[in-house]
Antibody
Framework: QVQLVESGGGVVQPGRSLRLSCAAS????????MHWVRQAPGKGLEWVAL????????YHVDSVKGRFTISRENSKNTLYLQMDNLRVDDTAVYYC???????????????WGQGTLVTVSS | SSELTQDPSVSVVLGQTVRITCQGD??????ASWYQQKPGQAPVLVIY???NRPSGIPDRFSGSSSGNTASLTITGAQAEDEGAYYC????????????FGTGTKVTVL
């Protein structure tokens, strides 16, 4: 069965870095675009980043551009989020999610990981 | 980027019907998908496309769309349906981005 398992979260000081991983199994990883979505404590879901199935294109929400980088290693069935220059407002649970796109109008996330908590605090 | 707006909260009597709406320009181009989230858990897809339910989602959940508004209806709400519900769509203002709705907290009375 499809599984997405995030890891790498923890407590980090402002300005420091952290790398999140999302290990995928149960499907052909290199066939799917993948996303990171985050949720600050008590808040709603916020889309963070997208990477195409072959890694050729990447997109990030404006608030993390220049600080976060999404990447993937298809040979290892793993998605990453490199987070540099972390800020207090980056504190959130970070989820990875698999994208399904059925042109022309259908688009959704069919599988999510359980999330990993990142706390940025001095 | 475009936004998707939802009512913050709604309540429904056990066994009755509740409709949750999501408004945004992106919905004129893409169907909304809907996610249920319970405290401490990851979101779960409940509706996608025109009106499709993933395997395991009860048929009391249904979706519809008109213009810039998408709706999720729970017909015969159950206690286990209590939680937060988020819509999502592509963000047409910048291709290949994604946007979530503000979320609706559903309380079953």
């Amino acid at each position: 069965q499809v599984q997405l398992v995030e890891s790498g979260g923890g407590v980090v000081q402002p300005g420091r870095s952290l790398r999140l991983s999302c290990a995928a199994s149960g499907f052909t990883f290199n066939n799917y675009a993948m996303h990171w979505v985050r949720q600050a404590p008590g808040k709603g879901l916020e889309w963070v980043a997208l990477i195409w199935n072959d890694g050729s294109n990447k997109y990030h929400v404006d608030s993390v551009k220049g600080r976060f980088t999404i990447s993937r290693e298809n040979s290892k069935n793993t998605l990453y989020l490199q987070m540099d220059n972390l800020r207090v407002d980056d504190t959130a649970v970070y989820y990875c999610a698999r994208e399904q796109l059925v042109p022309p109008q259908t688009y959704y996330f069919d599988y999510w990981g359980q999330g990993t908590l990142v706390t940025v605090s001095s | 980027s475009s936004e998707l707006t939802q009512d913050p909260s709604v309540s429904v009597v056990l066994g009755q019907t509740v409709r949750i709406t999501c408004q945004g320009d992106s919905l004129r181009s893409y169907y909304a998908s809907w996610y249920q989230q319970k405290p401490g858990q990851a979101p779960v897809l409940v509706i996608y496309g025109q009106n499709n339910r993933p395997s395991g989602i009860p048929d009391r959940f249904s979706g519809s769309s008109s213009g810039n508004t998408a709706s999720l209806t729970i017909t015969g709400a159950q206690a286990e349906d209590e939680g937060a519900y988020y819509c999502n769509s592509r963000d047409i203002s910048r291709d290949r981005l994604s946007v979530f709705g503000t979320g609706t907290k559903v309380t079953v009375l």
